[in-house]
């Protein structure tokens, strides 16, 4: 860590990637800022509390982003994409673009964006991913130390509802024998502190993070175990994708490879040991969400 312990500003740190890396860091000993839009919600008052600097601001208010990024060493971005419906593709391209333009004017030492594990060279057809992709190209193509992490597919996202587990089985997108990369949203921040406290390492980089490969029968023997009785494992049916076309797409890419991952797990554990195998986060912070799905019906939505 630089002596001078100047702040890394955080976006969206009241959400999952920005709130892994604000723990992350706070625990690591940097001194931590946040933007957010309203100072009083509680979980910007949860973070007020855990020691973070907070300054009012939106993404759609350069202004702002400017003041939060005055004198701060490094900057975490990451921004709401359209699946989430609240903003619209253009609008997380402008945002990202944003983010790395002030970065490069206001003399940040180090940009860290955080893209989606399907972005690669050839576009996906999927705008969640494509846009990703724009931004990413934006950022190569300034003259700042930046850093690109591509993270796999949250282990949260097993849990979600609609997947069937509250039903004793689990549907989902592999094949039985297809195997899918995936990282729990928490050990996002411990990579980024990571690449945060070694920029003469990171500086430059793109690539894809990831702490686990599972297949379809692991998830089944994974879940059963957890859940101490039978979860019966199936892919979703072709009724079900022709049904949902962004089901179908996600489900493409992953049968095409982007979405399936590439991260390089042995050099990912060296940088740090404590990332989890989904073993190990379902037997522990994994549990209570677990636990919630097997008891919870309701619709899927995607949510990375």
């Not at 699946?83 to 003399?107: F, H, N």
């Not at 724009?134 to 509802?161: D, K, N, Q, Y």
């Amino acid at each position: 860590m630089p002596g001078n312990k100047l702040p890394i500003l955080v976006f969206g740190a009241t959400g999952q990637q920005g709130g892994s890396v604000a723990a992350a860091l706070l625990k690591a000993g940097w001194p931590v800022r946040a933007m957010v839009r309203d100072l009083a919600t509680p979980k910007a008052v949860r973070l007020s509390e855990a020691g973070v600097e907070l300054v009012p601001g939106t993404f759609d208010d350069p202004d702002a982003m400017r003041a939060a990024m005055n004198g701060v060493h490094g900057v975490f971005s990451v921004q709401p994409s359209s699946p989430g419906g609240t903003v619209s593709d253009e609008d997380e391209v402008r945002y990202g673009t944003t983010i790395a333009d002030l970065a490069l004017e206001s003399g940040v030492k180090h940009l860290v964006y955080t893209s989606g594990g399907a972005v690669g060279d050839r576009p996906t057809g999927m705008p969640h991913f494509d846009t990703k992709a724009r931004i990413e190209a934006h950022i190569r193509g300034l003259s700042i130390v930046a850093t690109i992490v591509r993270p796999a597919a949250f282990m949260e996202l097993l849990v979600m509802p609609g997947f069937g587990l509250n039903e004793g089985r689990f549907t989902f997108f592999l094949k039985p024998d297809q195997a899918m990369q995936v990282l729990a949203v928490e050990d996002i921040g411990k990579l980024v502190v990571a690449i945060f406290a070694d920029v003469g390492r990171f500086a430059g980089q793109t690539f894809e993070i990831a702490s686990d490969s599972v297949t379809g029968r692991d998830l089944e023997a994974l879940f059963s175990q957890s859940a101490g009785r039978p979860i019966a494992y199936a892919r979703f049916s072709n009724d079900v994708l022709a049904a949902n076309p962004f089901l179908a797409k996600l489900t493409a890419l992953l049968d095409q490879g982007p979405l399936a991952g590439h991260a390089d797990l042995e050099t990912l554990r060296a940088i740090n040991p404590e990332l989890q195998t989904l073993r190990t986060w379902l037997s522990g912070s994994g549990r209570a969400a677990f636990e919630q799905a097997l008891g919870a019906g309701g619709g899927w939505e995607y949510n990375a």
